[in-house]
């Protein structure tokens, strides 16, 4: 038998790295500080019922991120309520749609917003253009996302990435706009180029990255059967360009590929 001080001997050191654990997890906070800190980054992304928006849902949502997908009518996106992702109701062009959202959320912290919901009316003259088409047009595509970012803008500022991406488009640069056509949409994704260099830099300061990215041509209801990208080209091509933005890039334009697009 062992004798009382050859067992307290062979217990103490056992008791001592017992206590130098709990003593350890108290000071930094144990298991559940080193669960907060890889915790998942969450997405919010309007227009996400098809296209783009689904394929932005897709991807996000199998990378680990907690998605936030919108659709104007959620009863009917199927494809998007089949995925592992948080489905709200949101018409960007109804500032009481956005309003509910907002509220909705309340004070849940959004690290991306990618305001991707968006219209393409195809006018090739002057003489076609119907106004109302014009002012829907800009409704959708430029005022749009203003208000859905003035709105989330407290939810982004609780988030850790301050990350706020606009898709825009080619057609949408002045410099680049050597066929003309289109009436109404590249006025509409000018004007969003342009909120969005203002934004950044009023946002800069508190550490925001601002920019709008170009998908490309793809195949979707937008782009037609004949686009050379397919979605999942284009939205793995844009989410390497956003995973490697820093505050520094805020208030740029990028295409799909990685390029920069000018004004």
């Known amino acids: ?38 915790e998942a980054k969450t997405v919010l992304i309007t227009g996400a019922n098809r296209g ?4 932005f849902a897709k991807q996000y949502a199998a990378a680990g991120w907690h998605v936030i ?5 959620p009863s009917e996106a199927d494809e998007l309520k089949a995925l592992d992702v948080d489905v709200r109701q949101l018409d960007v062009a109804d500032s009481e749609s956005i309003a509910r959202l907002a509220r909705d959320l309340g004070d849940r912290p959004i ?10 009316p195809r006018v090739s003259t002057l003489e076609e253009v119907d106004f109302d088409d014009v002012e829907r047009t800009y409704a959708v595509n430029t005022i749009g ?16 990435a301050k990350q706020i991406v606009s898709i825009t488009s080619g057609l949408g640069s002045i410099e680049n706009n050597t066929r003309g056509m289109y009436y109404g949409y590249r006025e509409s994704k000018a004007a969003l180029n342009m909120f969005t260099r203002t934004l950044a830099v009023e946002l800069a300061d508190a550490g925001f990255t601002c ?5 490309g041509w793809v195949q979707t209801d937008m782009g037609g059967p004949n686009a050379n990208l397919t979605p999942e080209q284009s939205i793995t091509g844009m989410r390497a360009v956003i995973d490697g933005l820093t505050p520094a890039d805020t208030g740029t334009y990028w295409n799909h590929d990685g390029t920069k697009l000018p004004w």
């Open 111 to 120: 690290d991306l917003l990618i305001n991707n919901a968006g219209i393409f």
């Open 211 to 215: 920019i709008v990215m170009s998908p």
């Open 145 to 160: 996302p203003m208000r859905v970012t003035r709105a989330l803008l407290p939810n982004l500022e609780r988030g850790s």
């Open 69 to 73: 997908g919108t659709a104007r009518t």
């Open 52 to 55: 783009l928006g689904l394929e």
């Open 1 to 38: 038998m062992q004798s009382p001080t050859f067992d307290r001997i062979l217990i103490r050191p056992a008791a001592v790295l017992a206590m130098a654990v709990v003593m350890l997890a108290a000071t930094t906070g144990g298991p559940t500080a080193s669960a907060n800190e890889h």
